[in-house]
């Protein structure tokens, strides 16, 4: 069921090749009105410069006709099979809040709910508390809270009515069902263990949770919390001991920080934008070996269906291009982690354009952009695949056999 | 080292697009005497202004190199690996005369045959007789066998020499050996068990090979029963359960209802033609989500040889799809189950030229033809993965991840 992925064993652990990949979130697009992509559309000498000196190529993030999230869709790129590594909604939440998981953790998903007076939900989010008054809820409860003397408690609130608890500590299991009825009018379901390993995880989830209801009682919108998306983080083996790489992650947003955390990235700094992005890289230059810079415009101007901020965003990213370019990467890849169309406003399955800029490289166009990467050297490819070209380019991959 | 089929837990089971799949028989081909295949040289006025809005691609049915018949083809188009799922020659002979399977029948293909009168085989397909002839013969042993009371048998007759039978019944195994030698001038093998779960099966395929021989002893042409093929079919998930969908097979033969049927689409008319199987899509519009329609006569004229022949069945069908076209699928795929060129006489390996419109395709060219599939945005890619294909454009699957 899984693509080729990195042949482990022939990752050279001596020296090789510097590596930078940059991920404009959601590059990749659908025709416009022109009958061009967004980034079809766009200008972009510096894109299409570097394009004329790449590999190019278009792969599915996961599969042929799978629309995957960004948590997927990054370890792909970062050539970890999603498919092989699933990552709960749960360990998202918390990568996304930028907690430092460990193996064994479980993590879960609040919603600050309303009840009514017979404990029935009124409001599934609460009234839609703002960001402070969310946070207020979380900080009051969180140091009243008891769990067990082995197991370790955190409660990090996301953002408005969404928060998340993390659970650690030995024996903890991640089958635990919703309870989220999903709907208003019925009172929120009880922790229920769905596995044999999990009795005891729900045990102290129905206890949290009614201590949560006790602690409320009198708050005027919140009165508890409502579980869902249990599950158990299994640890994945690091990106040095895959690949034999010093690693660091520059992203503004908690998320992509996250994701880049599991593998065992560096993430040091929290760049405040675009721009504040390639500087972090330039100060940091030198002590990774791969850099992975993240750029989220292009993919919320495609939610927002808005093709010409999308072009606009691409356009942006072209302009910071140079000082990349500048720091001579003997491997600069250009990507999305999946397409998300102006004209479809979300996330899509539809393959990704990629150049992969190297000394090594096979150039077959002038341009960046889906049709020019479709008729590329690197073909049609499964994103997992994505490491393996990158580590050969950088003279990081052994030969396979003699 | 198998593709990624459909993800089963991704597939929406609430309300998506209409799909339709139109399987012109061995559509791909090889350059004939102009240089094109029968599709470029084909005049497809229609089927070209579909391309133009469609995503293209080729797909290799099974797997590179591999020739596939036509069971294990339709099955990958309609996204079961048929390396997963194999199907026996018994089981496709039984599909093949429309018998209605159960999970745990045994079903394995008789050739009628002569005997000297020393029982030696002097001809392996009984001088060739006519349906009627063969007909005649079948119907003669039919009621005159007897089995266990706890099974029940089933005869009929398929073509010419060729018959198949079915065992019902339980703990019947498949691994029987075939007991036609594939030479004349020795007599039939004894049906003999290759495993320890089809001894009892073994021993009633041997006494009704044996009760045959004693029923045809005074026919002037048959004198025995030759067996292969056994297998036993295990039962598959049904396109419902996997896909969430309500499927109709429109198909002249019985062949390609069988295999629909086996995978629990509705087979309810038989057309006795091209015409009537768009006018059959036309009247069951509207009660299914699914529809595969098959065409057999490209698959035919190539099989024939006759390169001008096969071209106009594919003109043929190009004039019926305004009518599919004006029922306003949201995903209308053309394909072919392999290819079948006409100067090869035979089914192929080659890849199959596939076009699949939707609203959020990324079309590539202005023609249907292998040269233009070829670098068209779906790539090249394995039959089994269409299915993920046609649900992701149809909207009836979810995000793999947040």
């Known amino acids: 069921m899984s693509a080729i992925t990195v042949p482990d064993d022939l990752v050279s652990r001596g020296d090789g090749g510097s590596i930078v990949l940059l991920v404009l979130d959601g590059l990749g697009g659908l025709p416009g009105p022109s009958g061009l992509t967004e980034l079809e559309a766009a200008r972009t000498p510096h894109l299409d410069a570097l394009a004329a000196r790449s590999s190019l190529g278009v792969f599915n993030p996961v599969a042929p006709g799978v629309t995957p999230g960004s948590g997927p869709a990054h370890l792909a790129l970062f050539g970890y099979d999603p498919l092989q590594y699933p990552i709960g909604r749960g360990?998202?939440?918390?990568?996304g809040v930028g907690f430092d998981l460990k193996a064994g953790d479980v993590a879960f998903r609040l919603n600050l709910a309303s009840l009514d007076r017979e404990g029935r939900i009124s409001d599934r989010r609460a009234g839609r508390p703002s960001d402070a008054e969310g946070r207020a809820v979380i900080d009051r409860v969180r140091g009243a809270l008891e769990v067990p003397d082995d197991?370790?408690?955190?409660?990090?609130?996301?953002?408005?009515?969404?928060a998340v608890m993390i659970l650690r500590g030995p024996g903890l299991g991640g089958a635990v069902e919703d309870t989220d009825p999903q709907e208003t009018g019925v009172p929120p379901l009880p922790a229920r263990a769905a596995g044999p390993d999990s009795v005891r995880t729900a045990e102290i989830v129905e206890s949290l949770l009614t201590q949560s209801r006790a602690l409320l009682a009198d708050d005027p919108k919140v009165?508890?919390?409502?579980?869902?998306?249990?599950?158990?983080?299994?640890?994945i083996p690091s990106f040095r001991e895959r690949f034999g790489l010093s690693g660091v992650a520059l992203a503004k947003y908690p998320m992509y920080r996250g994701v880049a955390r599991l593998v065992g990235m560096a993430v040091e700094v929290e760049p405040a934008g675009d721009e504040e992005t390639v500087a972090a890289l330039e100060s940091s230059w030198e002590r990774f070996d791969y850099s992975f810079l993240h750029f989220k415009a292009t993919d919320a101007r495609g939610e927002d269906g808005d093709f010409d901020a999308k072009v606009a965003a691409i356009e942006a990213i072209d302009a910071l291009v140079p000082r990349v370019v500048e720091l001579e990467p003997d491997v600069l890849m250009v990507t999305g982690d999946h397409s998300t169309p102006a004209t479809l406003k979300a996330h899509s399955w539809h393959p990704v354009p990629v150049?992969?800029?190297?000394?090594?490289?096979?150039?077959?166009?002038?341009?960046?952009?889906e049709r020019d990467c479709r008729g590329g050297d690197l073909g049609h490819f499964r994103g997992v695949e994505l490491m393996s070209l990158a580590l050969?380019?950088?003279?990081?991959l052994e030969k396979y056999g003699a």
Do not use: C, D, M
Not at 355 to 369: C, E, N, V
């Open 392 to 396: 050969a380019h950088a003279g990081r």
């Open 355 to 369: 150049l992969l800029a190297s000394r090594w490289a096979r150039p077959t166009a002038q341009r960046f952009g």
């Open 151 to 162: 197991v370790e408690l955190h409660v990090l609130h996301e953002k408005e009515h969404r």
């Open 91 to 95: 360990i998202l939440s918390a990568l």
């Open 223 to 235: 009165h508890a919390f409502l579980a869902r998306g249990f599950s158990r983080y299994e640890g």
